[in-house]
């Protein structure tokens, strides 16, 4: 292994890396690999305009792919289309669709036309899409099929659109296409295709600065309104530099996987969720890497065979779901299920062993064989890495990824650092954690948040993240308070630091620190972006994610608990779905359980147990009850007393983003899930 990949990450120069705008980072990549394959679409799901006229269309089920110098034609075409619908620099053009192939064309074609792009989640209401479209004034929306087309009509009174665009081919008789401003992709793009003339389009990208505004991507706030976080071309380029810096193909690499030319990804989170937009899109189309489209988040599996990625991002509550569906076909027989539990276990001491002898590489070998070959087989056969994000991940699901030869590198960041500050570099993972920062970000830690005692025994530093870098927002769009409140000065924290000081009687104040060589106080810009989460940053300087400072539950005796690592301590059970701890202002920590039926139901046939078969009747049978507290009670061991679930109640309601229970990025919408069950918790502390 290089040791000194920190170094090298310093050093590092290339191609890819600068600092222009999306627009000329796309044209140049685009230059680089013309006859290489940039995206891949999938055929028998949409009904696109495009392929219709400009593209052929995917046979049924099977993917077929378009090269660099294709998709350049297409962005250049509708850029130039957009333009005669009136987008000029700063215009803002919701795009209001799933994550598609033509969700990246419009993306990069407006932004090449000058526009600011801001996002709209598909499961929004007409009143959010409303919210969404009005807060940033947009003068035009690119939506995705009739459906969406009708919940932006039911609205429209309230808007100044000045034109809509559909992907889709639509039916020509319904009366909003007797409009002039209603309009398909494919029409866009042919009139583009008349009208195009590079040297205007040179003009059209001269006119933009790396400092201008590239995007408004609204926070999908688990409380009150979304708030449209501004990010620029140089925040957006600044990490896409930092990222490939980390896992581009650098010269010290050897033989640690890459993301380059040669990476293949398969594309199904939200475009309109920032972490998708960087890692799957502006990083992938920057490195000259070959995008491919999932159907949706459930056909995964299959898209992936048919794929074949060599890395893929994701949240990890899919990397959950991924591990109950390999251990659900891992389980048909008890010969099988034996099998695959000692293959996890191998997989687990392998990775943990610092070197693994002869004994431990030959059962290594065997597990391969038997199990994780086939569960590698089964995502394509190809995957060298996967990127996890947009929520802490379960350490033992982790270690587990790894030991199978899947090691996922978990990271961390935010819609308003573009988003990616900390990520595990490919040389020297180490689960649990984040990862270190990536260059040019500069970190530190406000330990005047929160109680010291709890930490006392841990080397490096506890409290609250602060960052600054090239890929921080400069503030949210019309909302000045809030801006203010997002950032610290320098000033701000050493008043804070005294004040600590003299609250411990003089003992060590809590200056916060810089990272190692930051610029910390040096910078005419002395704002720190207050991330609101609690991490625990090691001498090492991996962080380790602890907890949203809002979500720290402080208990009626005093005491702090923070919720996630008891949740995620359920990641890989077999019996429970979801669990949220609730605690809040009580005495004790306790919990609301979403059971995994399936697992129920073949523990059940493995013991012999006749279970209901109506749900309800099952969540309230005492053997299920009597299960799932064995289940509490293994993660009870892991932690503190007062940290330990003292009662549960079986709910058979999932938490998903249909019943406004999750996030669209799969968060939990602790408030929600807390109204919703509200006579359950308040049973628990009668």
């Known amino acids: 292994m290089h040791m000194n990949w920190r170094e090298a990450e310093r050093d590092f120069s290339d191609e890819v890396v600068g600092m222009t ?77 799933d994550t598609r192939m033509e969700w990246a064309q419009s993306d990069f ?129 600044s990490n896409v530099n930092q990222v490939y810096t980390r896992y581009g193909p650098r010269p010290d690499k050897g033989d640690v996987p890459a993301i380059d030319q040669e990476t293949r990804t398969v594309s199904f989170l939200p475009l309109a969720h920032v972490f998708e937009r960087l890692a799957g899109h502006f990083l992938m189309f920057a490195a000259g890497a070959c995008v491919g489209y999932a159907e949706s ?21 899919v990397y959950e779901k991924m591990y109950d569906a390999i251990r659900e076909q891992a389980r048909e027989s008890d010969l099988k299920a034996r099998i695959f539990e000692w293959a996890t276990d191998v997989g687990r001491a392998y990775h943990e062993a610092d070197s693994p002898g002869i004994a431990l590489e030959a059962k290594r070998k065997v597990a391969d064989k038997l199990v994780f070959g086939q569960v590698k087989e089964a995502l394509g056969g190809e995957v060298e890495f996967f990127i996890s994000g947009g929520g802490s991940l379960s350490a033992e699901l982790c270690a587990l990824y790894h030991g199978m030869g899947l090691p996922i590198y978990e990271g961390y960041g935010l819609t308003e650092t573009a988003p990616v500050v900390a990520v595990n570099p490919p040389e020297e993972p180490k689960v649990g954690t984040i990862g270190p920062p990536v260059v040019d970000v500069d970190v530190r830690i406000d330990r005047s948040i ?50 600590a000081a003299t609250a411990e009687d003089g003992g060590p104040g809590s200056e916060p620190t810089e990272a190692d060589g930051g610029t910390a106080g040096t910078d005419a810009d002395d704002r720190w972006f207050r991330t ?130 999750m996030t669209p990025t799969m968060k939990k919408k602790r408030r929600n899930i807390i109204d919703r069950f509200e006579a359950e918790i308040d049973s628990m502390y009668e």
């Open 450 to 499: 929160v109680s010291q005692e709890k930490y006392e025994d841990r080397p490096g530093e506890v409290g609250e993240l602060l960052v600054r870098g090239p890929n921080v927002t400069a503030g949210y769009w019309n909302k000045p308070e809030e801006t203010e409140s997002a950032f610290v000065s320098d000033a701000a924290l050493a008043d804070a630091a005294d004040a």
């Open 109 to 237: 074609a407006l932004l090449a036309a000058g526009g600011v792009v801001t996002t709209v989640y598909t499961g929004s209401s007409p009143r959010q899409v409303q919210y969404l479209l009005d807060d940033p004034g947009a003068e035009g929306v690119v939506v995705e099929n009739e459906e969406l087309l009708d919940r932006v009509l039911a609205v429209e009174d309230e808007l100044d659109l000045e034109f809509i665009v559909v992907m889709d081919e639509v039916d020509r008789r319904d009366e909003a296409f007797d409009r002039d401003d209603v309009l398909t992709l494919a029409d866009v793009h042919d009139r583009g295709a008349e009208l195009f003339d590079p040297d205007e389009y040179e003009g059209w990208l001269d006119e933009r600065d790396p400092e201008d505004l590239a995007s408004l991507i609204y926070t999908s706030g688990t409380t009150g309104q979304p708030k449209g976080v501004e990010l620029t071309h140089a925040n957006f380029r």
């Open 532 to 661: 609101g989460d609690v991490v625990h940053r090691r001498p090492d300087d991996y962080i380790e994610f602890e907890e949203r400072a809002k979500q720290i539950l402080v208990l009626s005796t005093g005491k702090n608990v923070a919720p996630a690592p008891i949740e995620d301590a359920f990641a890989s059970s077999e019996v429970v779905e979801q669990c949220m701890v609730v605690g809040d202002g009580r005495k004790f920590v306790s919990a609301i359980v979403v059971p995994n039926l399936d697992g129920l139901r073949k523990w059940a046939d493995r013991e012999g147990i006749d279970l209901p078969d109506d749900e309800d009747e099952l969540a309230d049978d005492e053997r299920v009850r009597e299960r799932i507290q064995r289940e509490v009670d293994e993660v009870n061991e892991n932690f503190e007393s007062y940290e330990t679930i003292k009662k549960f109640r079986l709910v058979g309601q999932e938490f998903t983003e249909n019943n406004d229970l």
């Open 297 to 317: 988040s459930d056909t995964v599996q299959e898209d992936f065979q048919a794929v074949g990625p060599t890395t893929a991002t994701s949240v990890p509550r």
């Open 21 to 97: 705008t999306l627009p000329r980072m796309f044209e140049a990549s685009a230059e680089r690999n013309e006859n290489r394959p940039a995206q891949r679409y999938k055929g028998g799901i949409y009904d696109r305009s495009l392929t219709e006229t400009v593209l052929p269309a995917a046979p049924d089920g099977e993917f077929r792919s378009i090269p660099y110098a294709e998709m350049r034609d297409i962005v250049h075409h509708l850029a130039a289309g957009f333009r005669d619908l009136g987008v000029e620099a700063g215009t803002r053009v919701g795009i209001f669709a």
